[in-house]
């Protein structure tokens, strides 16, 4: 940085880098929501599957007691590698489910960071955005001040002095 005040320049640019982080944070918080919001379908689909599979098992164990009674010693085998099938099945869906959860709680806790960061990179942008503009009211204060001491520091012409002074007024032409 320059040991004086900001160019007008230097100003807007570093507005627009602020402004740009801003734009980047919230760009990171869309995609983490998103990618938050992906997980939690991946978990309810997970969940799902599992009540479905748990169903089938309900269901193949009902039917090989009722329907199914009667022929059951020539299917047994058959049966059992249905439901040795269905029980693999639902044991991989229950892993797989914690490792769902576990993304999940981790997509949770980037959306969290990245708001954070939107908090942080906003709070920075209106702080520039505050210090630009006290810079601007101060410059344009010294300008002022300036301008006043220009006039303040001319000297006052006299009547009659000033060859550029005004048209003399109806009493002085009197």
Known sequence: MTDGP???????????????????????????????????????????????????????????????????????????????????????????????????EQAREQTRRCEAELARATNRESAVTDLVSAMRREHATRQELALEREVEDRPVPRVGESSNSPAPSRMEAA
């Open 6 to 104: 900001l160019s007008a320049r230097e100003q807007r640019q570093w507005l627009a880098l602020r402004a740009m982080r801003v734009e980047r944070a919230r760009d990171a918080l869309r995609a983490a929501r998103a990618h938050e919001a992906a997980c939690e379908r991946a978990v309810q689909d997970r969940r799902e599957r599992i009540v479905v599979t748990r169903e089938r098992i309900h269901e193949l164990a009902t039917a090989v007691v009722d329907r199914w009674a009667p022929t059951m010693s020539r299917w047994a085998t058959t049966v059992q590698r249905h439901r040795d099938v269905l029980v693999d099945r639902l044991e991989r869906d229950e892993y797989a489910l914690i490792d769902d959860e576990r993304k999940l």
